[in-house]
């Protein structure tokens, strides 16, 4: 009996502990119709904030004219979005206004709607549009409004109660003896107080995964490569320039892959049950290169590689020879064939030497040579213009300093 009692006790303890972990991450919010205006994710409009403005927006919804003063009952109600970083909307109600709200009067007046639970990405804003007409439902757009990104998981399911302020004013022209009554929606101050109480979303459960991306031996960060996570548009991330490319609200296993210049140069898989940091170690290495004439070597050529055709927003990276005719190009990617070009000026301007490798067939420690015979006879040289380079791929040996020579 003690043990069935002690069973029972456990379990209600349980009952009533996971209910306040599931709401730890949840944050409940009014949101208020603001007079004030942001930008986010591209949309221009009203802020839908957790604060009031202080100063009065108004838009006319309808306006009579009549012998007597005519009051017409007017219908308020809600569109409710989600809009992504790259300026997509798609829509959480069903494509009709809800939480409709009527009433001929002066004053605030409320609906209620059923959020329906909505993933959402961090980077992700709410957009509420409100409509009004003297008909139900109204579909006649009077304002929009935004919040800022949620940096939320999801859009919870819970029941909004939306205020809307209807402004009514009467007037009689004595001269044609007739009464005009207009009515306008109302926002922006505590007075004119139109919101929007529980909206609730939830922060991302997880962890920071901290990815530094790094060569293959593990010594220089790289900048400017793209990776991305669990193959998802809203998780791609550039390297900054220390190689960091970081994440949060990240558990479980989680795809991972770098490229650089358009080269996959890792590509794993992390385990994250912990704040998780990482070194991805890629497929990036050294290329020595040598240029030569016929037996002798060439000084103060440039070599540049490029990822695909010899054009600039094609280049990796470039050097230019030394005293001995040697060039080290770091952290060039191993994976795809890569277009070597060797010019006899620095600025470009005259091509001696242009072949295309595939690196990936070359292997870690790969070797190779180029042969450049282009253009020699518009070289000024003492030299005969037979030029060849010598290319070998290999991690640094950074227990040494200067180039290893190969001959």
Same mark, same amino acid.
Request: aromatic fraction near 10%; proline fraction near 2%.
């Given at each position: 009996?003690k043990?069935?009692?002690?069973?029972?006790?456990i379990?209600l303890l349980i009952?009533?502990?996971?209910?306040l972990?599931l709401?730890?991450?949840?944050?409940?919010?009014?949101?208020?119709m603001?007079?004030d205006?942001?930008?986010?994710n591209?949309? +221009?409009?009203?802020?839908?904030?957790?604060?009031?403005?202080?100063?009065l927006?108004?838009?006319?919804?309808?306006?009579?004219v009549g012998?007597?003063?005519? $009051?017409v009952v007017?219908?308020l109600?809600?569109r409710v979005w989600?809009r992504?970083?790259?300026?997509?909307?798609?829509e959480?109600?069903?494509g009709t206004?809800?939480a409709?709200?009527?009433?001929s009067a002066?004053g605030?007046?409320?609906?209620i @709607?059923?959020?329906?639970?909505t993933?959402?990405a961090?980077?992700?804003?709410i957009?509420v549009r409100? &409509?009004a007409?003297?008909?139900?439902p109204?579909?006649?757009?009077?304002?929009?409004?935004t919040?800022e990104?949620?940096? %939320?998981?999801?859009?919870?399911?819970?029941? @909004?109660?939306v205020y $809307?302020?209807?402004?009514?004013?009467?007037?009689y022209n004595?001269?044609?003896?007739? @009464?005009?009554v207009?009515?306008?929606?109302?926002?922006?101050?505590t007075t004119?107080?139109?919101?929007i109480?529980?909206?609730q979303?939830?922060?991302?459960?997880?962890y920071?995964?901290?990815?530094?991306v790094?060569?293959?031996?593990?010594?220089?960060?790289?900048q400017n490569?793209?990776?991305?996570?669990?193959n998802?548009?809203?998780?791609?991330?550039?390297?900054?320039?220390?190689? @960091?490319?970081?994440?949060?609200?990240?558990?479980?296993n989680?795809t991972?892959?770098v490229k650089? *210049?358009?080269v996959?140069?890792n590509?794993?898989t992390?385990?994250?049950s912990?704040?998780?940091t990482?070194?991805?170690k890629?497929?990036?290495y050294?290329?020595?290169?040598?240029v030569?004439e016929?037996?002798a070597y060439?000084v103060? +050529?440039?070599?540049t590689v490029y990822?695909?055709t010899?054009?600039?927003?094609?280049?990796i990276?470039s050097?230019?020879?030394? %005293?001995?005719?040697?060039?080290r190009?770091?952290?060039?990617?191993?994976?795809t %064939?890569?277009t070597f070009?060797?010019?006899?000026?620095?600025? $470009?301007?005259?091509?001696?030497?242009?072949?295309t490798?595939?690196?990936?067939s070359?292997?870690?420690?790969? &070797?190779?040579?180029?042969?450049?015979?282009q253009? *020699?006879l518009?070289?000024?040289?003492?030299?005969?213009?037979?030029?060849?380079?010598?290319?070998?791929l290999?991690?640094?040996k950074k227990e040494?300093?200067?180039?290893r020579? $190969?001959?």
């Open positions: 009996m043990k069935i009692v002690s069973t029972i006790t379990l009952s009533l502990f996971f209910p972990i709401e730890v991450n949840a944050t409940t919010e009014t949101r208020y603001r007079s205006q942001q930008t986010v591209g949309l +221009a409009a009203y802020k839908l904030s957790t604060s009031q403005s202080s100063s927006s108004s838009v006319t919804i309808n306006g009579y012998l007597t003063a005519v $009051y007017q219908y109600g809600i989600k992504n970083s790259n300026q997509v909307e798609t959480i109600t069903s206004a809800v409709i709200a009527s009433s002066n605030l007046i409320n609906a @709607w059923a959020c329906i639970q993933v959402l961090p980077s992700d804003s957009v409100v &409509y007409d003297d008909f139900s109204p579909t006649t757009l009077r304002r929009t409004f919040t990104q949620l940096g %939320a998981s999801q859009l919870d399911s819970v029941t @909004w109660t $809307y302020y209807l402004g009514r004013t009467s007037s004595s001269k044609t003896g007739l @009464w005009k207009t009515y306008n929606f109302e926002h922006g101050s004119y107080n139109s919101r109480e529980n909206f979303w939830t922060a991302p459960v997880g920071e995964l901290n990815l530094r790094m060569d293959w031996d593990l010594v220089d960060p790289t490569a793209i990776v991305t996570m669990n998802g548009s809203n998780n791609v991330k550039t390297s900054d320039n220390n190689g @960091w490319a970081n994440y949060t609200g990240v558990s479980g989680v991972v892959s650089y *210049y358009g996959t140069v590509a794993t992390i385990s994250v912990v704040d998780t990482q070194n991805l890629c497929r990036l050294d290329i020595v290169v040598r030569n016929t037996r060439l103060g +050529a440039n070599v990822n695909a010899s054009v600039g927003e094609n280049k990276k050097g230019i020879t030394n %005293a001995t005719g040697y060039v190009l770091t952290n060039l990617p191993n994976g %064939a890569l070009t060797v010019y006899g000026k620095s600025d $470009y301007s005259l091509v001696i030497g242009n072949t490798k595939d690196v990936n070359l292997g870690d420690e790969g &070797y190779t040579s180029i042969t450049c015979n253009n *020699y518009s070289v000024e040289s003492s030299f005969l213009i037979l030029v060849f380079g010598i290319i070998i290999t991690p640094r040494k300093k200067g180039v020579i $190969y001959d």
